[in-house]
């Protein structure tokens, strides 16, 4: 006739409160699991089971900020959640909305000098806010950059030196800008 073991046993409720011996292992009847005690830790160390090869998620520590243990997955991009994690997939829409909304990504410095002109306005259509900077000429004359009408720069023709003042503006996608004034432009650059 075999030997039978037997271990002693308890609910998680019976555990919590109980310290086993250093090496003694008891069974928690609740979660149907093992705990293995080293004489002062409270409860024990339980032990994950294996249902159909995966350990259940409730048998798993939740993670924490300092601590590894299981998390669920959300992908959606509105939760405020605290104790879910962002999936790959969300990850890259973000960073792809960030990229797109971005001043600099993907952009090149650009000399649209040639193709400007003043008291025209412009439309920025490329989907992403555009940095734009223009040389006032050393005349005489008032000349201001306006994003959707609204005055971003302006530079004095009191000024009889013969410094070039450079105005400049951020102007955000879909938004219109331009200059007004009565004089030309030296240089006309835009970060596009």
Known sequence: MAKQLQLRKGT??????????????TVDTTNKTLRVHDGSTVGGIRLATFIGGSIPAAQLP?????????????NTLTSTSTTQALTAAQGKVLKDALDAAS?????T???????RAINTVYTNTTGKPIFVAVGKTDQNLD???????????????SNQDSQRKTL?????????YGT????????????R
């Open 109 to 115: 410095p650009t000399d649209v000098t040639a193709s």
């Open 103 to 107: 001043l600099g990504v993907g952009q």
């Open 12 to 25: 998680a409720t019976e555990h919590d409160t109980f310290t086993g011996a250093d090496g003694e292992v």
């Open 180 to 191: 007004v004034g009565l004089d030309g432009f030296a240089f006309w650059s835009e970060l």
């Open 143 to 157: 000349m201001q950059l306006n994003v959707n009408g609204v005055q971003f720069g302006y530079a004095s023709g």
């Open 62 to 74: 939740v993670a924490t900020t300092s601590d590894a243990g299981a998390v669920i997955l959300n």
């Open 168 to 176: 400049y503006a951020i102007v955000p996608s879909g938004a219109t």
